[in-house]
């Protein structure tokens, strides 16, 4: 089994994320990490422990806090899509003491990178915080850690960024941080909207579920991010980013890559956090990032939903 850990900012996604890669049965998850993003730090690591619970792994799988805020801009929440408490009100129900533990989140990283050299796969679907004070803490990281898959930026922007008009809300959320990640030299994919976009939960795939275990909470959960995006785009339905984060790191055939060079704009402000990339080779820099340019999105979406039907 493959390990990894998951760095999280939980958010309806991010727990749909957890709960495939749970079901998968196909990864080993060392921790989960989490990170202020979609809602504050106190507020995800709620929502990440009531999903463990909810799973029934909860004595089996800890979670980590990290930072509570990105390294240089004020913290930026996305409680549009992902409601007050981001995950919809869908785990109100349980009723838990959220256990303390002592060991932050970068910590947890680098320790368990030195102790699995060459074996890690870091699956990253919130602000990359937590991974550039890794990096920082510990620069031998970029030789210990096997790949990193990340859910952020978009490519082909041209406007359809989801937070400013090029820039996607991971990166946005942490510019900064996204810089240190994708300068560090470590082996790294970069699951962008371009391809998550195309991997839409919709209202039929959600009845698919119905007599399984999850149909509720994926129903419940999803409510406010699919009447978002009936708003926006006319489609009931939610993008399964981060899910297809860990679908990547589950099997990389899910999509097409090419590697460039890529950067993160950190200093306009029209344009702050947006993923640059150097397709032409204009700058004369190494590539240092693979990027998707294309998703088997049905083929996805199948294994996606047999896992969740298990
Ligand atoms: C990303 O931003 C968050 O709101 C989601 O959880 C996902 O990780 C999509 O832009
Ligand atoms: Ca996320």
Redesign the pocket.
């Known amino acids: 089994m493959k390990k990894v850990i998951i760095d999280v900012?939980t958010?309806?996604?991010?727990a749909l994320a957890i709960l495939y890669a749970v079901q998968s049965e196909q990864l080993d998850i060392l921790g989960i990490t989490a990170v202020s993003?979609?809602v504050p730090l106190e507020q995800v690591t709620i929502n990440t422990n009531r999903m463990l619970n909810l799973i029934g792994i909860n004595d089996k799988i800890t979670v980590y806090k990290g930072a509570s805020r990105p390294l240089l801009r004020e913290p930026f929440h996305?409680f549009r899509?992902?409601g007050e408490d981001g995950i919809g009100g869908a785990l109100d129900h349980i009723d838990m003491e959220i256990p303390e533990n002592e060991v932050f989140a970068a910590d947890f990283i680098i320790e368990q990178a030195k102790k699995h050299k060459g074996e890690l796969t870091l699956i990253m679907?919130?602000p990359l915080t937590n991974l550039a004070l890794a990096i920082r803490k510990e620069p031998r990281l970029a030789e210990w850690v096997k790949d990193v898959v990340i859910?952020?930026g978009i490519v082909e922007s041209a406007g359809r960024g989801?937070?400013l008009p090029t820039s996607?809300?991971?990166i946005f959320?942490d510019p900064e941080s996204a810089k240190i990640v994708f300068h560090s030299g470590l082996e790294m994919t970069l699951v962008s909207?371009d391809v998550?976009r195309k991997v839409m939960l919709m209202e039929e795939h959600i009845n698919e579920l119905e007599g399984t275990k999850y149909f509720d909470f994926v129903k419940n959960s999803t409510g406010i991010y699919r009447n978002f995006s009936a708003g926006l785009y006319g489609i009931n339905g939610c993008?399964l980013?981060?899910p297809l984060a860990v679908g990547v790191a589950l099997d990389k055939s899910f999509v097409k890559t090419e590697k460039y060079y890529v950067d993160v704009e950190t200093k306009s402000d029209l344009s702050y956090g947006q993923t640059i990339v150097d397709f032409r080779g204009l700058l004369k820099k190494e590539p240092n990032v693979n990027i998707c340019t294309d998703v088997d999105h049905e083929r996805f979406l199948k294994m996606f939903l047999d896992c969740l039907k298990k």
């Open positions: 900012d958010g309806v996604d991010d993003g979609n996305e899509v992902h679907v919130g859910m952020g989801n937070t996607e809300f991971n959320a909207l998550t993008a980013h981060d």
